[in-house]
Each structure stands twice: as C-alpha cells, then as structure tokens.
C-alpha cells in the first residue's frame, strides 16, 4: 500500500483548528458549564431546585423537561441510527455520504439520553447500580434502559466501527498525529477488493438485524407512558407507532441541520450535494404527513368520544395552559410541511429552506413530547384533586442547554479526529 | 397469611382530618407530604350543593400499577397484601408515582430534615430547643419489617427517594392498627384481615354494600369504600390542603 507525499493534508479538515471551530466549541463549553452548574446546585440542595413537584396534593408535574428531553433524545437516536441502517439495507448509495452522521448522532444522542434520566434520579448513584443489579423486564422502563440505551449504542457503534474501518485504513495512509488511532481503527483492513466485498455483505446482514430490534425498542419508549391505565392522554394504542413516527420526524430533522453544517465547514460540498438533501427532504415530508395523520386521529378520538377527564385534559390542550405550545407545535409541523411540499412539488430544492424545515420539526417534536409528558399528570388526575401547574426552573433549562452543548462538542471533536462524510469510493486507487 | 384490607365508612367521615394528622405524627413524614388525605368536597350549584368527604390512603392495590413499572423492584407487594417500598432500593426515578391513578406518592424533594414544618432556625424558639434540631429518624422506623427484612417503615428517610402510606407497617406487624384507623373519632375506618371471618374488617363489609376507587382502572385495590359513591366529575375539593414544598 502506498502511501501518500507527506505533506497532504487529511481530508476534511481533520486535525486543522480554525478559529471558527474554536468559537462553536468554546461557545458549546460554556453551555456545558452552565449546565454542570445548574446540576451542581440541583445536586446538593435536591430536586426541589427544580420546578417538579408531586402529583395530586402538591399539585405539580413530577416528570418534566427532564423526562421530554429523554425521550426527545431517544427518538433523535432511532432516527439516526435507523436512517444509517435503512441506507445499507435498500442500498440508498446515494445517501451513503450521511450514514456516518446518522451513526455519530445516535451515539451521541444517546449519551445525552443517558444523562438526562440521570439527572432526573432522585438518587442518581444508586441508579446506576441498581438498574443493572435489580433490573426487572417487566417495568416499560426496563426497555427504555436495556433495549434502548444499549441496544441502539450497541448497534450504532459496531455499525460506526465497522464502517469506519474503510476510511480509517486511507487516513493511514497519511503520517499524522492520528495515525496510530486510524491504524487501529481500521485493524488490518486493506480494502482489497475481496475486504470491500464481505464489508459489505457484513453491514448489510447488521442492518437486517437491528432495523426490527429499532423498532420495537423505540415502541417501548412509547409504552413508557402507553401503558397507563390511570393516566389519562397516555393510555393509548397510537401511543407507540406516534412515537416511532415522530423519533424519525425529529431524527430525520436533525440529521438534515447537521449535513447542512457538515457541507460547510468539512468543505464536502461535493459529497453531500443537493442529491442527498432532496431524499432526505422527501423523506422527512412522508414521515410529517404520516405523523400529522396519528396527530390528527388521536385528537379526534380525544375530542369526540373521550370522557370526563380526557376532556378536560383536551381542552387545556387546546385553549388551556398549554394552549401556546400545542398551537406552536402544530404551526412548526404544518409551516415545515408547506416548505416541503412545496420543494417537492416545484422539485426545486433548496437545502436553506431544509435546514429550516428541519429546525421546525425539532421544535415541534419537543414540544410535543413535552404535552405528552407534563399535562397527563398536572390534569389528568382521575379523583378531585384541583389542577395542577408546572412551570420549569431556569436550573432545568441551563442542564438541558448543557446537554445540547455537550453533543455539539462531541461532534465538533469527531470532526477533527475523523472524516465525517464517508471518503468516496475513487480515493482508493484500483486494485490496491 | 393475612389479607389485610381497609374499609372506609363514608357515611360516618366527618371530614376532620384526625386521620391526617396521626399518620403525619406516626410516620414522621415531611411537609407536604399526606400519605393520608381526606378530601372536603362540593358538588352542585349553591344553594343545591351538596358536601361530602373522601379519606385516601394509598389503596394497596392487588394488581398495583406501582409495582408493575418500577424498574428496579424497590415498590413491592407483599404477600399480606401491604404495597411497600424499599428505602435502601428506590432510585427516585417517580415513575411509580405517574402510574398510581390515585396520587398516593410522594418524593423527598429536600433533606427531609430541612422540610419540618417548624422552622428550628427561627430565633424565637431558640430558648426552647437550645439550637438543636430533633433527628428526623426514630429507631421504629428505621427498623427491618417482613420476611424480607426490608426497611419500609416511616417516612422521609432520605432525600430523592418516594414514600407513601404503609397501613403503619410497624404497628400491624405488632399486632396494633394503623395509626389513622385508632384515632377517628366516628370509627369511620376499619382494618383487619379479611382471610378472618371474625375480624373487624370483614365483619363490617359483611352485606353492606360496597365499592372500590376507579375500579375501571383494574388496580382491585385493597380499600372499600361503604355508603356514598365515587365521587363524581363536576367535585370541586374546598379545601385543599397547603402542598407545595418551597425551594
Ligand atoms: S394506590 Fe397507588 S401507590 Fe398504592 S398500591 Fe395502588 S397504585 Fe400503588
Ligand atoms: S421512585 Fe423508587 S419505588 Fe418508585 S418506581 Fe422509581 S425506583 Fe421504584
């Protein structure tokens, strides 16, 4: 194997520090340490740091931002690990320049997943220890801790490994600081073509795997609160396929404001180009209308035969407490479909106008998890307890604003280790 | 065994709330925190309205919601029928507290020794308590109760944890009534075995007509209510008790 002149860069900008970098991730660090902050005072004087209170007497929300942005993550990571699987198993090559972001997104979202049940715990430490030790299958939880958390990072980081060895084996090629981390990485791959071959076969039988184990894991998420006969507004068989559909409509979204990013400043203008976007865009626009139509079932249901308190906790949707942000969240669903049917209707794509729809969709799908979270327990008491309210505190808000500069750093970081866009298939000179 | 069970007269309940305040004394629990509740409810438009009174302890569920979503198994059932949970287990993650549809949980939001009702930083007092502030913990409490010598008792022992009502798990166990059972002054609730012909309970739900709390929900609680009904839609609670626990 030969190797190159010294003296050629990595591709993408890989261990380059420019300032603009420097400026996303310190300002991403600044996030992180407000967070740590906000959880440091959460953790010494306890959660009544938060806007969280108990149900019924004390007339509050005991699962809030929190427990919305586990989910949220949760669905982000489906998303994007399905998407890199999906593009293996019906041979998507014209999407393959974003399967690495789609694989690097769940990890990460994943890890902020994680985090985020963390600092809900009332006894975080314990946590850790005992939801390993004492596990118990039947808890809809346990599918959320197990199936979710390890499966998907199980699946997503096997599938970046293997994916990676490729592009790892031409970095190699190149002396650099990273070299001994490429060599690893790639373990002995050469890409002859008999490697690329059985590479191939071997991701493809992967993503047969994990597609369906996807599925159902990300269905328990939803069982999480599907399961609930005492909760009114979650006790629901739409529950689950709503939030497999929704975790694509916001895993998709995202997926789509990182590739946009990533084109810019890792300089693959060529490898992600308006191709790439179009299919996503398309995609997202099936995923939004069939979300809209479990949106729209559910609320009809809601609305025409539902009882006392399914009323009561339907109209504090529509016209009540929540009213701002059901109304938002619905607005953000339909402006971004408007956007997207448009794109695909005059088939003039404009990946500025995706990265917007995209935006609007991750909006709305926090908004929506969170009207699936709070309301259901601030008025969706069964006996007479009067009304409840939650507002969060600012704590809450600055932890979740660390998480999120917590996954940008990480990306940000990843891309200076290593080509996020998938090399392409004529660096690698014929036959060697 | 015994099958412990509670029947609750809602013809006798005069709303005082006694209940409330001997289970507050004997479990020690926290500001905020009513493991008993009696509910001062109205019905109907003035002048036609109508009062009525509902106690709610937790409802020791046979088919506990509670028990079923707890991930690491603190919330247990116990073959006497009592739904506990187990101190040293419990995570805090509440989701026993979303499941319960009679919002019987609670969750130490603070040190439960910051979350008297008294404030013992308060000068005035001062004199009285020579600066100290009494121990939350009592060795009763603390104690291993059941087979499974698991610490269930009393309430507030750690901070980030959930509790509720244990029908006084210490004192069955030595033979006496829950707390809020010796002291209502109507004898408005009974408790005993239902396994036992002859024991209280069972003799008072002998041909009375009884009924359970959300029934529908299919938890079959282990509480029966008698006379009155479950309350309906359009209750408002008149007098709800002081909840929120301030930062
Ligand atoms: S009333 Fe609630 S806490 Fe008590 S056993 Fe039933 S579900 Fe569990
Ligand atoms: S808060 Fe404690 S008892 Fe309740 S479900 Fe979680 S671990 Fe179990």
Redesign the interface.
Known sequence: MSANAPGTPLPQGIGRITPGWLTIVGLAAVAVALGIYAYSLEAS?????TG?????????A??GLYVTFVVYFGGVAFGGVTLAALIRLLRLDELRPIGRLGQLLTVVALLLAAIAILV?????L??LV??F????P?????GT?TIVLSGYLFASLVYLYLDGRRDAAICARTPSRLRWLYRLWAAGYGDSPGERARHRRASFWLAVAIVPLLVVATSTLGF?FGL????PGWYSAVQAPAFVTLAGVSGVGLLIVLAAVVRRVAGSEDRLGLNVFRRLGGLLLGLVLVYLFLLATELFTATYTGE??ERRLTEALLWGEFAGIFWAALAFFLLSLALLLWQALTRRWSIPLLVVAGLLVNLAAIGKRYLIVVPS?THG??????EGSYTPALGEFAVIAGLFGLGVLLIALFMKVFPIVELPEEEVPAGA | MPKYAMAVDLERCQGCRACVEACKVENNTSQGVFWMHVFRLEEGEYPETRISFLPRPCQHCDNAPCVKVCPVGARYKRIDGLVLTDYERCIGCRYCEVACPYGVNFFNWKQPAENYYMDWSDPDIQPASGGEVPPYRNPELDGRYGSEQKQVAGGGHFRGIVEKCTFCVQRIEKGLQPACVTVCPVQALVFGDLEDQESPVSTYLRGKQSFRLLEETGTEPRVHYIGGRTPGTDVREIEPVEGRVGA
């Open positions: 004087e306890g959660l009544v740091a969280l209170r108990d149900l019924g007497t004390m007339g509050g005991t699962w809900d715990l009332g006894q975080p314990r946590g005992n939801l030790l004492y596990a118990r039947q808890s809809p939880f346990f801790f999480v609930q006969a005492g909760r006392v308190v327990q008491q069964l006996l007479p307890y009067p």
